[in-house]
């Protein structure tokens, strides 16, 4: 059972659209990271938001928590092709005090052309 | 170095045959762990660390999956008996606390002929 659905799974723009990727579930986060992997790196980390309707930015990222901590979302504007990479969600749950151990989505992987 | 480190980055190995993965984590992260990549997938939990001791093998797929972490830094991951569908990315990733943010390691890409 995929806890985490990402959509788009694939994604092609051009340079200077901008876009929006989704990342949904039916159960409850106590945090939700989003990663950027490039092929042969591990991701990266680029925010963790915590709160409901939490909204974070950076740069032309934007990214936002749902009220009821199931889903995010994030908004990228202007895109580059620096910008190319699979976007990975991964949520967290609370565990007896620890929210290490992380679920995933697919990703949704960008592509950026110039 | 500054990041996680892992090797072999790449490894191939015929079916049935013993692996052994290895990661360095960052200096003075007390928490690591271990995740599988493959096509399709998306990562997969496997184990994690906190010092030497794993309390969740959990996400291990079967008995064939072993670690161990010795002297609270360099961690094995063991794969015995491969099979076909063990072929992935295995990444690590460590932290400075247990629900301090993962920073995650390149990867040691098996393939299993």
């Known amino acids: 059972t995929q806890l985490l659905e990402q959509s788009p799974q694939f994604l092609s723009i051009q340079e200077g659209e901008n876009l929006t990727v989704y990342c949904n579930s039916s159960?409850?986060?106590?945090?939700l990271q989003w990663y950027r992997q490039e092929p042969g790196e591990g991701p990266v980390l680029l925010v963790t938001?915590?709160?409901?309707?939490e909204v974070k930015k950076l740069k032309r990222l934007t990214f936002q928590f749902g009220d009821a901590r199931k889903d995010s979302s994030l908004h990228i504007t202007a895109a580059q092709p620096g910008d190319t990479g699979l976007y990975l969600c991964a949520g967290a749950k609370n565990s007896g005090g620890s929210n290490y151990k992380l679920t995933f989505g697919k990703g949704t992987l960008l592509t950026v052309n110039p | 170095g500054a990041g996680v480190s892992q090797s072999p980055s790449n490894k191939v190995t015929e079916k049935g045959k013993d692996v052994e993965l290895r990661c360095d984590p960052i200096s003075g992260h007390t928490a690591l762990y271990w995740y599988r990549q493959s096509l399709g997938q998306g990562l997969e939990f496997l184990i994690y660390?906190?010092?030497?001791?794993?309390?969740?093998k959990s996400g291990l797929p079967s008995d064939r999956f072993s670690a161990e972490r010795t002297g609270g830094s360099v961690s094995t991951l063991t794969i015995q008996r491969t099979q076909q569908e063990d072929s992935a990315v295995y990444l690590c990733a460590s932290s400075w606390d247990l629900n301090q943010p993962q920073h995650f390691g390149d990867g040691t890409r098996l393939s299993i002929l």
């Open positions: 159960s409850v986060f106590s945090s």
């Open positions: 938001v915590v709160t409901g309707g």
């Open positions: 660390f906190q010092g030497n001791s794993a309390p969740d």
